[in-house]
C-alpha cells in the first residue's frame, strides 16, 4: 500500500458529536494553519439539531489557494462512533484514519488500503480529569494537540491562539495548553510521522477569515441600514446577531449611549418585512434577513414593494428545499423564488456575491439600489457562504463615499413648486420620485396603496392607465440591468466554443475544476453572473458559444430556467450541472461533469 | 357614496385654528362607503380631533390594512401621507415607519376582519411592543366588501342577514389589549361622536399604544334584528362608564362637577383627561379590574364603552430599544457610516 504523501495540500475531516465541544477546538486547529500562511477552507456540516446528531468539519489545506471543496478525503479524524462506517469510506486510497484508539476494534472495522493512527484519548482524559465535561472538551484539544504533531503544525502558533481565545478567562489558557501538549507528548512517544504535513509559507498574504453573515451585517452597517426585523431562521440567524453586534459597536452616540438603529425581533417573518417596507417608506434603510420558508411568508409584501415602489432589502441565505427542506444543509434553490416572487406580473433585482468580501460590498450595494430602483432588492447567500469561516481579501470603504437615497423630494424642491407625481416617468428611466411623509405641509402628501393608480397615485382601475404603468415597472427594470453588479468572464486559455455560466458560492470550486480540464486539455470559457437582471453579456456569452454547461447548486437548473426566460436563448444550448445533495459542491463533481458531458459531445473542439 | 365632489370652495368665516386651517383642510377624498355607514362617521371624528388638537396635517401618517375600514384613510386628512398597505399587516408596516421616524403621529386604521381574523397576530405583537400610535379597529362584526361573511368579533349567537346563526366566540380585542399592555383603552360606538370626538384626541395626545375599538355598524350587511352590531342594539346595551373631556396643555381648566364625580388624569404631553364617572366604581386606571369589569358586564350582554384604561405616563417603543433623539431617517452619513479606518481595525480582527 503507499501512502498518500502531500505538503500544505490535502483535506482533514472531523467526523464529531453535535454538542461535544469540538466546533472550537476544530476551530482552532483551521486557524492554526493558515497562521503558518497557509490558505484554509473549513466548512461545517452540522445537522438541525443541538446535541447528538453527527456533525463534521472539513478542512481543505490548498497552498495554491483552492478554497472550495475539493472532494474526498485524506485525513479522517472519526470520533464519532455513529458515523464510523460511512466515514471510512469516504477516505481517499492511501489515505488516513485518526481515531480514538481506547477500545479495541475488530479488524473488519478497518480498511486495508488506509494507514491508521490511534491515540486513546478517552483513556489519557480519564486519567487526567475526573469531571465528565472536561474529559468531553479536553479531549477535543488532545486531538488537535495530537493532529498537530502528526502535521508539523507550530505549536506556538497554537498557543498563541488559545491565548487570544481565552482572552479575559485567562484560568482557562494553562489548562488548554497542557491538554494540548498531552496530544502532542503522545504522538511524540508512540507514533511515527505520516505522510501529510504544513509547511510555513506565505501565502494568506493580509486576507482576512470571516463568515459571510457577518460580512453582510458589516456591509448593511455601512450601507446605512438603521433597520433591521428578522425571524430565527437557520442559517441567516448569525446575519441579525452579528448586525446587533456591530451595531452596538460602531453605532452607539459616542455622547448619549444611544442607539443609531432599531432593531425588532419580529413574530414572523411577515412582519419581519412589514416593518421593513413601513421603515423604508419613511426614509430609513432597512432590510431583513431568511431563508428560503421565510421568502416564501413574505412574498405578498415583496409584491406590494414592487407595486407601491418602496425600498427593501431581503437577504436570502439559502439552504435545502423545498418545504423545511434540510435546513441546515446548503442550496441555491430560492432563485426563481426570489426573482419572480409574489402574485402578478413582478420581478426582482437579485444580487450573488461569490465569498464574504462580496457580501459586504453586495450588501452596502443593496441598500443604495433599493433606494435608487425603490424596489425589494435580494442578497442572495446561502448556507456554505453565510455559516462558514471563508478567507477573503480585506473588507475596503472609500471614506466619503456618500448613500445614494435615489430620486428624493425635498422640501425645497416642493416650495420651489417642482411637479411632484408619486409614479410620474420624468426622466425616462422608469423611476419616479417620492417624498418621505412629513416633508412639507401642503405639497408632495400622497397615498401609497397596493391597488393600481395613476402617475399621481390617485386610484384607477383603468386599463390604458394600468398598462402603462406596468409597462413603466420594465423600464424601471431594464434601468436596473445597468446597476446590478456585472457578470465576470474569465477566458481559458485556448479559443473554444464551451462556455459554462455559474454564480455564488460555487465559484472557487469552479475555478479549480476550470484547472483541472485545462490540464486535461479541455477548454472552457468561464462567465460569472452577479446579479439579475442579466447584463447583455450573459446573452453574448451564449451566443459565442456552441454549448454553455450552466452549474449550480439546485436539482431544477433554476438559473438556467431563469436565464432561458429572460434572455430568450435555445434551451438546448444551456446544459444543467446541477449538484443538490445539500453538500458544498465540489470541484471534482465540476469537473467530472463537464468532462464527461464534453466527450459525450462529438464537436470538433474536442477531436483536436 | 356620493357622486357630487364637495366644492374646494368654503364660507369665508369657516373657522381656523392657531396653525391656520379650517376643518376643510384635515379633509380627505370623497368616501366611497355605503350612505350611512358608520366608517365615515369615525373619519369625521378622527377629522375634527386632529382639527381641534391643531395638529399639522403633514405631521400625522396614516396607515391601514385591506377593508372597508382601511379605505378611510383616504377619506380624511388628504395633506398626510397615507399607506393602505396590506391585509391584516398594517400593524407590522406601521411598526417600521414609527421606528425610521418617531417625530410623526401614527394613526392606523383598521377593521374587525383585518385585525382580529387575519392580522390577529400583528396586532398583538405591534400592541405588545408598546409603539407609539392610535389604532383604530372599525368594527363591525361583518365582511362588508365581500358582502356579508362573520367576522372574528361577530359575537356567538348573533345572525347574519341572511339568517346563519353564529357559533364561534368572539375575539374582544378590548380585552386583549388590555392584557398585551396598550397603555390607552377605550372602546366607543360611531354613533356617538360626543363619546368617540375626545376618545380619539385623548389617544393623539398619549405617547403610547394606545387603542380604540369603535363599534361601526354596517348599513348594509349587519343591522338587522338578530344582530349584536347594529345601530339600535348598540344603542339598546351601550353602557358607558365614563365622560372624557380633554384639556390641551397650558389651558385653563374650568369644568363643572358634581364632587366626587370627576377625575381628572395628566398624560406625559401635558393633556388633562378628565373623566366624568358614570359608573361610580369603574376606575380606568386599575388594568386587572377592567379586564374583570369587562367580562362580568359582556356576560350580562352589555356593551361598555368609554375610556377602559390609561397609564398617562407610558414608555414607548423607542424608549425600549434607546434610541437616539434624532429620527432615524435623518441621521447622516457620518453617523452611520464607520469609516474606512474603523473597517481597518476589524480587518486586524479577522486574521
Partial sequence: MSSVARVNDFVVKFANVNGSGSASANGLFAKSILRMGVPVAARNIFPSNIQGLPTWFEVRISESGHLGRRGGVDLMVAMNPQTWDKDLAEIEPGGYLFYDSTKPLPHEKFRDDIKVVGVPLTAMCNAAYSDPRQRQLFKNIIYVGALSALLDIDMAVIEQLVGEQFKGKDRLIAPNIEALHMGRDYVAQNLKAIGLRVRRADKVGDRIFVEGNAAAALGAVFGGATVCAWYPITPSTSLAEAFTGYCEQFRTDPETGKARYAIIQAEDEIASIGIVIGAAWNGARAFTCTSGPGVSLMTEFVGLSYFAEVPAVIFDVQRGGPSTGMPTRTQQADILAAAYAAHGDTKHPLLFPAEPGECFEMAALAFDLADRLQTTIFVMLDLDIGMNEWLTKPFEWEDGRRIDRGKVMTYDDLEAGKDFGRYLDVDGDGIPYRTYPGTHPDRGGYFTRGTSRNPYARYSEEGAVYVDNMQRLLRKFETAKSLVPAPMRQDASRATKSGVIYFGSTTPALSEALEMLEAQGRHVNALRVRGFPFADAVGDFIAEHDQVFVVEQNRDGQLRTLIMNEVGVDPAKLVPVNHYDGTPITARFIAGEIAAKLAARPIAEAAE | ?351
Avoid: W
Fill in chain 2, 1 to 351: 357614496m356620493t357622486y357630487i365632489a364637495k366644492p374646494r370652495m368654503h364660507h369665508p368665516k369657516l373657522a381656523s385654528n392657531s396653525l391656520g386651517f379650517t376643518r376643510r383642510d384635515y379633509e380627505g377624498a370623497v368616501s366611497t362607503l355605503c350612505a350611512g355607514c358608520g366608517h365615515d362617521s369615525i373619519s369625521a371624528s378622527i377629522i375634527r380631533a386632529c382639527y381641534e388638537l391643531e395638529l399639522p396635517p403633514h405631521r400625522i401618517a396614516k396607515l391601514s390594512g385591506i377593508g372597508c375600514s382601511s379605505k378611510t384613510p383616504d377619506y380624511f386628512l388628504g395633506n398626510s401621507h397615507g399607506f393602505n398597505t396590506v391585509h391584516g399587516r398594517m400593524p407590522s408596516v406601521l411598526t417600521g415607519a414609527n421606528l425610521a421616524n418617531k417625530e410623526l403621529i401614527y394613526l392606523g386604521v383598521s377593521g374587525d376582519g383585518d385585525s382580529a381574523s387575519i392580522g390577529l397576530g400583528q396586532f398583538a405583537h405591534c400592541i405588545r411592543r408598546g409603539v407609539n400610535m392610535v389604532y383604530i379597529v372599525e368594527n363591525n362584526g361583518v365582511y362588508g366588501l365581500t358582502k356579508g361573511q362573520f367576522s372574528a368579533t361577530s359575537d356567538y349567537g348573533s345572525k347574519s342577514k341572511r339568517g346563519v346563526v353564529n357559533h364561534d366566540s368572539a375575539v374582544d380585542l378590548v380585552s386583549l389589549a388590555l392584557q398585551l399592555g396598550a397603555s390607552f383603552v377605550a372602546r366607543s360606538f360611531s354613533g356617538d361622536k360626543r363619546q368617540l370626538t375626545p376618545l380619539i384626541k385623548a389617544a393623539l395626545s398619549h405617547n403610547g399604544a394606545a387603542f380604540i375599538d369603535c363599534i361601526s355598524p354596517c348599513v348594509q350587511f349587519n343591522n338587522h334584528v338578530g344582530s349584536t352590531k347594529s345601530f339600535d342594539y348598540v344603542r339598546e346595551h351601550n353602557e358607558a362608564v365614563n365622560r372624557l373631556d380633554i384639556i390641551p396643555p397650558r389651558a385653563p381648566i374650568t369644568i363643572d362637577h358634581a364632587p366626587g364625580t370627576l377625575e381628572m388624569v395628566t398624560q406625559h404631553d401635558g393633556s388633562v383627561l378628565a373623566l366624568r364617572k358614570l359608573d361610580a366604581q369603574y376606575d380606568p386606571s386599575d388594568r386587572a379590574a377592567a379586564l374583570a369589569f369587562l367580562q362580568q358586564r359582556q356576560a350580562l350582554g352589555e356593551v361598555v364603552t368609554g375610556l377602559l384604561f390609561v397609564d398617562p405616563t407610558p414608555k414607548d417603543l423607542h424608549d425600549h430599544l434607546d434610541t437616539v433623539a434624532r429620527p432615524l431617517n435623518a441621521l447622516t452619513d457620518a453617523e452611520l457610516t464607520p469609516g474606512a479606518a474603523a473597517l481597518a481595525e476589524l480587518n486586524a480582527s479577522l486574521r
